[in-house]
């Protein structure tokens, strides 16, 4: 019963309350243009040129794959340079104390942050965890992508709201309680669901894979 009315509200929430279309180049050959989002507070400019940003931060192994396309003709994008940030599964930025919110950071921590340029094809791709919560925000991670040294898209990526559901009885993503879903998530609503900005997610043992194509102008 309870997980029949879990699927209902999914549905109306994907399908009546917002637009949430994206594609994986898994998938499907189309693309459209990614919402553009707010930046956050807990930017750091410089991070690491490296695939794998986890460091020593515990939680559930997420493999990220992105496109990167020109949305006019979804031709590939060459040497886009592709940031990515995100809370560990307590809530927390590197480089900034929890729970604070300043202008610069506060120490010199970068776990769960670094950079890649795309390849001829125009992929990038990512070894961290899966973001947990913090404050009134759902899981989700940011991007910051920049061609020919100039910013095209400050965006940020969503998962399925019953994975979400899942990840939060895991150790340690369960020491961080929140009450804030997809539903009711600020950036999600305020966006009218973040086109584009919601991976195709598999699991892959005990870790997950995520795939999208991501569409500049």
């Given amino acids: ?5 879990f ?10 309350e917002f637009n949430t279309l994206s594609y994986s180049f898994e998938d499907s050959p189309n693309c459209l243009l990614t919402t553009k ?27 990220l794959g992105l496109k ?4 006019k003709d979804c031709t590939n994008i060459h040497k886009a340079r592709v940031e990515l940030w995100q809370a560990n599964a307590e809530g927390e930025y590197s480089g900034f104390d929890l729970g604070k919110v300043t202008e610069t950071p506060t120490n010199s921590k970068r776990w769960l942050r670094g950079y890649q340029e795309s390849d001829y094809l125009g992929f990038v791709e990512f070894e961290t965890i899966y973001p947990g919560k913090y404050r009134n925000r759902t899981n989700h991670l940011h991007l910051k992508i920049s061609y020919q040294g100039q910013e095209k898209l400050i ?10 559901d899942y990840i939060s009885t895991l150790s340690p993503y369960n020491l961080n309680p929140a009450l804030v879903t997809n539903y009711n998530d600020p950036v999600i609503r305020s966006n009218q669901g973040c086109k584009g900005c919601w991976p195709k997610v598999s699991p892959f043992g005990s870790r997950y894979i ?8």
């Fill in 37 to 63: 989002t707010e930046l956050g507070p807990y930017y750091i400019e410089n991070t690491p040129d490296r695939i794998n940003i986890k460091e020593d931060q515990k939680g559930i192994g997420l493999f």
């Fill in 1 to 5: 019963m309870i997980k029949d009315k």
């Fill in 68 to 71: 990167i396309v020109n949305m």
């Fill in 7 to 16: 699927h209902k509200y999914f549905k109306d929430f994907r399908q009546e």
């Fill in 210 to 217: 995520a795939t999208l194509t991501i569409g500049l102008d």
């Fill in 155 to 164: 965006t940020q990526l969503f998962f399925p709201q019953n994975i979400n």
